[in-house]
Each structure stands twice: as structure tokens, then as C-alpha cells.
């Protein structure tokens, strides 16, 4: 297991690095990380055992709406992170 | 093994410094060598770059130690899994497979396709490790994760890459994370329902937090909304291995091409 995370984290680096790219190349790589964001992201607030779920069991895809909000407003991470969890854990224990 | 690397890396450092101080006076020694790292020391200068990232770590590895705690995980397996995985999603579902007992091999699969991705994080970084030598190239991605990626990716943007500094941003956060499963494997069985909490939705939250401090161009956003509803397509296609990366794959080069046809007016 701890093979299996190190290999792709680690190859690369040690492979590439000090390499020189073409441009496109370069430019492609520019999209990487919102592009693996949002593939890992979607999936967790839009699925609910493996369906998608926009009913009010599925309490964290409407948690995202608000989160979303005060992300682009506060533009800082840590805040963001305790309104999600102090939002989630208050529709929970209230609805 | 992480351990070991900082411990040789520090101990060449040591060494290194010693030779060169050794051959100084008093004075310079002070002026080079004790009052700049006082300032600015690049390790800890990186480890507070990281911070937010640590802090919410805390609550995602805290609840990877409850889980390991409910299903029976021995300690050193589960500070092990900590130290040498370092991969959230995937410690979370090897929690779940060793407690109903699934076969190791598929668990080390799924591992592996879960955590793909990162030959993409790593290969866009490679560019900028040029000054790093082997073992801190080593070190630095061994700790690498998506949220240190996303820091180092805004962080290469304007400045030059630090070796130290760099290590350090990858380290604090893996230290958020072995102090949380430690907590979470000793507060263990007092807390049943983690869902109380909210602390399930530490790492959600992280991502929203990270996918709109990332979007700063209008393409961003049609790469972002495409590679949020490609897996959501391939989940409902059963196919859900690769989902991920394909969708990384696709939606970046859509990006790359969208940027090709455009005219050259708004490009940063």
C-alpha cells in the first residue's frame, strides 16, 4: 500500500525534474490542479452511496452551496473549512 | 523512512555548516548563520506557508485514527499507515476493507488508482525542482499531497523554488497528520459518531475552499465544471476505477485547447 503512493508521488520528480518541456506541455499541466480537484470533489458532495442525491438526506451537497459562497467571499481556507464542518454539524443536529 | 531521510539530510546540513563555520570568525558566524535563520529560517517559513492546510488536516486524520480505533487496527499499523501512505481517501478506505476483511491485494489496487493522480501533481512540479539534490527530491515527494501541491503550484508562480522551504510545506502538513491520527487512535472509542462533528466534511470543505481560491481565469471555471460532472458521468456508467484521472486528463487538455482557439487578449 504505502509502495502504491510512493511510486506515483515519487517517480516523476525524480525522473523529470531538471527536464526541459515543450510550451503546450507546460501549458497543459497549468490546468492539473483544478482539473484533479474538482474530479475528487464532485463526487463526494453530489453522490450518496454511489447515487446521485440532491434530496435533503444528501446534507453535504447542501452544505456545498453556502461553502462555496463564503470561499469565494473570505478567500481563506481555514475559515472556509470550519463554516463547512460547523454548518454540516448543525443541519445535522438540528433537521 | 521519512524519518530517516530528514535525519540524513540533517545531519549532512550539520555537518556542512560546520566545516564552513570552522573556518570563519566569530563575528561572520553570528551575521551569516544565526541571525538569518532566527529571521527566516526556509523550513519554517515553509511550514507556516502551510499552515492552513495543517489545521485542516487535523480533523481529517483525527477521524482516519477514530475509524482505524473502531475497526480494530493495531496502533503501530495504523501510525504506520499514517507515516508511510499519507493519503487521506485511501487510508479511509483501507479502514473499511480491513474491517469487513477484504482481500489485501484489492485493497493495494484500489490504492493505487485512487492515488494515480499524483504522477500528474508530481510531473507538474518536476519542472521547478531543478536546484533540489536527490534525497531532498526524494523527501519532498514522498510527502507530497494535493493540498501542498496546490501551495507549491501558486507558490512557483512568482518565486523561486526552495529546497527547504518547499520540504517544509509537505512536512508540516504530514506532522498535522500523524499528530491527528494520534489523537483520534487515543481519544478513539469516546467518540462513536463522527458525523456529530462534522468532521467528515473537513475534507469536502478543504476542496471547495481550494478549487475557488485556484480559479482566477473564465477557463478555469469550464475545465473546473467539467471535471467535476466527468466522474459523476463515468459513476453512472459503473465505471469508477479510473474516473478520476481520466477526468483530469480530459478536462485539462480541453483547457489547453480552449486556450490554443482563443485569441490572445485576456491570457495572464
Known amino acids: 500500500m504505502a509502495l502504491v503512493t510512493m511510486i506515483p508521488r515519487v517517480a516523476p520528480i525524480l525522473l523529470l525534474s531538471g527536464k526541459t518541456f515543450p510550451k503546450p506541455f507546460l501549458m497543459w499541466l497549468k490546468y492539473v490542479p483544478v482539473a484533479v480537484l474538482s474530479a475528487v470533489l464532485a463526487p463526494e458532495i453530489f453522490l450518496n452511496d454511489g447515487q446521485m442525491d440532491f434530496s435533503w438526506a444528501n446534507k453535504g451537497f447542501w452544505m456545498a452551496c453556502p461553502t462555496f459562497a463564503v470561499a469565494y467571499f473570505s478567500q481563506n481556507l481555514v475559515f472556509t473549512i470550519l463554516f463547512g464542518m460547523g454548518g454540516l454539524a448543525f443541519l445535522r443536529f438540528f433537521f | ?268
Not at chain 2, 508511510?84 to 480491513?98: C, D, K, N, T
Not at chain 2, 501551495?151 to 508540516?172: D, V, Y
Open chain 2, 1 to 268: 523512512m521519512n524519518d530517516e531521510e530528514t535525519q540524513k539530510t540533517e545531519i549532512s546540513k550539520i555537518s556542512h555548516q560546520a566545516a564552513l563555520v570552522a573556518t570563519e570568525d566569530d563575528e561572520t558566524i553570528i551575521e551569516k548563520y544565526v541571525l538569518p535563520s532566527q529571521k527566516s529560517n526556509p523550513w519554517l517559513a515553509g511550514v507556516r506557508y502551510a499552515l492552513p492546510v495543517m489545521i485542516g488536516f487535523l480533523p481529517l486524520s483525527f477521524a482516519f485514527g477514530v475509524m482505524a480505533k473502531e475497526a480494530g487496527l493495531p496502533f503501530l499499523a495504523t501510525f504506520l499507515m499514517s507515516l508511510v501512505v499519507f493519503a487521506g481517501a485511501s487510508q479511509y478506505i483501507a479502514v473499511g476493507l480491513i474491517a469487513v476483511s477484504e482481500p489485501i491485494l484489492s485493497l493495494v489496487f484500489t490504492t493505487f488508482i485512487v492515488n494515480l493522480r499524483h504522477l500528474l501533481l508530481s510531473t507538474a512540479l518536476a519542472p521547478h525542482l531543478k536546484s533540489f539534490s536527490f534525497s531532498k527530491r526524494l523527501l519532498f515527494g514522498l510527502e507530497l499531497t494535493d493540498e501542498s501541491f496546490l501551495l507549491h503550484s501558486t507558490w512557483f508562480k512568482r518565486h523561486q523554488a526552495h529546497p527547504n522551504r518547499a520540504i517544509g510545506t509537505n512536512m508540516g502538513p504530514h506532522l498535522a497528520w500523524l499528530t491527528g491520527t494520534l489523537l483520534g487512535y487515543g481519544t478513539g472509542s469516546l467518540i462513536h459518531n463522527l458525523e456529530f462533528l462534522g468532521l467528515d466534511y473537513a475534507l469536502p470543505a478543504m476542496f471547495i475552499a481550494m478549487v475557488v481560491l485556484q480559479i482566477k481565469e473564465r477557463s478555469l471555471i469550464l475545465v473546473s465544471a467539467l471535471c467535476g460532472s466527468l466522474p459523476l458521468l463515468f459513476y453512472s456508467l459503473n465505471f469508477k476505477t479510473g474516473a478520476v484521472i481520466l477526468a483530469t486528463l480530459i478536462g485539462a487538455s480541453v483547457g489547453l485547447l480552449l486556450e490554443q482557439c482563443r485569441p490572445k487578449t485576456t491570457s495572464t
